[in-house]
């Protein structure tokens, strides 16, 4: 079955330290990569997405991610993290293909507490 | 413009009972998903709906069902709850349903079974 991996649960970092998060996806074909965020007690919100093209993809807040197809990875990166990144994080892959019509599939997530 | 409206908010219900939540998508989206997000965990997708026809089906059993109307928004019916069916809900809405858009998500109704 198809899955996502997200390699860290819990980080904790200090503001203007780098952030590197993994996501890794469990499927050979075309898919579709996204990076979500949910800030506390709002609700998820995309922070970049890759499609096609160019496998480095910028987002908001500073945020990119790199596509590389033959680790089937896309992780994510911000040089420099502030106390407002606080927030939990969500690597998902959309897959298609029959029988896959453009379902979502997401990591378990990352918590990243910034300390200010 | 509004983004993708859920209700309720929140919501407490016994074992046994059923319950309807709903879905207001963005204007112009025809197609919501499902999803139920259980905590410390990512979302599991439930349904796809598109056109007012079911597009795709998570890993739920039968009692779980939902419906799209004719102006695109949507129920998702559980029937028979279960404590485990304990989650935050969430709904998605997109421009299409097979395209390469992306999927913008409401606020989620938070089910507490007990």
């Known amino acids: 079955a198809q899955s996502v991996s997200q390699h860290n649960h819990h980080v904790i970092l200090s503001e203007a330290a780098s952030l590197e998060l993994g996501c890794n996806y469990s499927?050979?074909?075309?898919?579709?990569l996204f990076w979500y965020v949910q800030y506390p007690g709002q609700h998820l919100q995309l922070l970049l997405k890759y499609f096609s093209g160019d496998p480095l993809v910028k987002g908001i807040k500073g945020f990119e991610a790199e596509f590389i197809k033959s680790k089937f990875s896309f992780n994510l990166r911000k040089p420099s993290v502030q106390w407002s990144d606080t927030a939990e994080y969500f690597c998902?892959?959309?897959?298609w293909g029959s029988g896959n019509t453009g379902k979502l599939i997401f990591g378990q997530g990352t918590t990243l507490q910034v300390k200010p | 413009d509004a983004g993708v409206t859920q209700s309720p908010t929140h919501l407490i219900k016994t074992r046994g009972q059923h319950v309807t939540l709903r879905c207001s998508p963005i204007?112009?989206?025809?197609?919501v998903s499902w999803y139920q997000q259980v905590l410390g965990q990512g979302p599991q997708f439930i349904f796809q709906y598109y056109e007012k026809e079911e597009r795709g089906r998570g890993n739920f059993p039968d009692r779980f069902s939902a419906r799209q109307f004719p102006n695109y928004s949507s129920e998702l019916n559980v029937n028979a709850l279960l404590l485990g069916d304990s989650a935050l809900y969430l709904c998605a809405s997109s421009l299409t349903g097979t395209d390469s858009y992306e999927q913008y998500f409401g606020p989620g109704t938070r089910l507490t079974v007990t």
């Open positions: 998902a892959v959309k897959i």
């Open positions: 204007s112009g989206h025809k197609s």
């Open positions: 499927y050979g074909g075309t898919v579709n």
